[in-house]
């Protein structure tokens, strides 16, 4: 939240996430449902009520005895605020946050998710005003078309190679007889926009002269800085880097939309020539702002990426 929605969202501010989710237009879960973890490394998703189904899920049988007795209390009661739910405060916080670790338990607002993440001694208060709690019992809906548009609308061009970090996706086969439908129907383009990769390839409408403006485009020198877990982290899967991990406090720096360093487990990591020195790529990694032009004491002038890196980088621009 702190480093993907500021970064997309002019603007943004904590209520608005929370007012979607009390309007009852987004939720917040782990899809991934299978046996407990901390909640901290859990993979947790966003998403528009309207995009999911109901579905049962069990209790696995690693949960805790506490984290079972709220599940329980949820389950045959329903929606329960904390205080409904009869146990002692710390009881019912170690009790949410494993249930939401292991993708079994919601709150009305993101807020419940906050709150189980701050610190102890805030934590009580924050979990008290982030609403009822319940369980999580929906699951992706199978709308295969919707999903095919989902990635058209986030990548522009989209082939099999771009999907190996996506998750809960219908098999590439499906996605492929969409692709081809709403390519005989002329509402996309199929063709090979991206070189280096084998296999069909699909673009929506615009993304080609998208590809080709920034193909032709002067280097700005515009350097960004993007959070591992951003969507846009496709080094190692686009590049022929080793991956970063998306991991939220690795981070990704990007000159012109190709990656140039990145910062793993607090090294700093090299990804492509440049003149910057390591301690100006650490200086640049470690600033807050997603983006930032290149500073007069830091500028430097480095080779212009061969035709096919600049097809490749425009992915990141679009």
């Given amino acids: ?18 007012r979607l989710c009390l309007s009852g237009r ?13 909640l901290k490394s859990s993979p947790i998703a966003l998403m528009l009520r309207a995009h999911v189904a109901p579905s049962e899920r069990a209790a696995p049988e690693s949960l805790s005895p506490e984290a079972r007795t709220v599940f329980d209390a949820l389950r045959t009661r329903g929606a329960l605020f904390p205080g409904e739910i009869g146990l002692l405060p710390s009881v019912v916080e170690r009790a949410l946050a494993e249930l ?8 009305d607002s993101f807020a419940g998710l906050r709150a189980l993440l701050a610190p102890a001694e805030k934590r009580k208060a924050m979990v008290e005003s982030a609403g009822r709690w319940a369980l999580l019992s929906t699951t992706l809906e199978s709308n295969f078309e919707a999903v095919a548009r989902a990635l058209l609308k986030r990548y522009g061009i989209v082939f099999r190679s771009l999907l190996q970090k996506e998750t809960q996706l219908p098999p590439w086969r499906e996605l492929v007889r969409i692709y081809r439908r709403l390519e005989a129907r ?7 926009f991206v070189a280096g990769f084998g296999g069909e390839q699909f673009a929506a409408p615009d993304a080609v002269g998208r590809l080709r403006s920034v193909r ?3 280097p700005l020198d515009e350097l960004v800085v993007l959070s591992a877990v951003d969507p846009l982290n496709l080094v190692g899967i686009l590049t022929p880097e080793a991956r970063v991990p998306a991991v939220y406090r690795n981070r990704v720096l990007m000159k012109d939309g190709v990656p140039i360093a990145a910062v793993e487990g607090g090294e700093m990591r090299r990804l492509a020539g440049s003149a910057f020195s390591d301690d100006q790529l650490r200086t640049l990694l470690a600033r807050r702002p997603l983006r930032h032009p290149v500073q007069a004491h830091v500028r430097a002038t480095s080779p212009r990426p061969s035709g096919k890196a600049r097809v490749r980088s425009s992915i990141y621009h679009h």
């Fill in 26 to 38: 987004v939720t917040w879960g782990r899809l991934s449902a299978g046996t407990s973890a901390p």
């Fill in 186 to 192: 002329g509402e996309i383009r199929g063709g090979r």
């Fill in 216 to 218: 032709k485009q002067a």
């Fill in 1 to 18: 939240e702190n480093d993907v929605l500021p970064a997309r969202v002019a603007d943004y501010e904590l209520e608005q996430l929370d």
């Fill in 100 to 107: 939401s670790g292991a993708g079994l338990a919601t709150a």
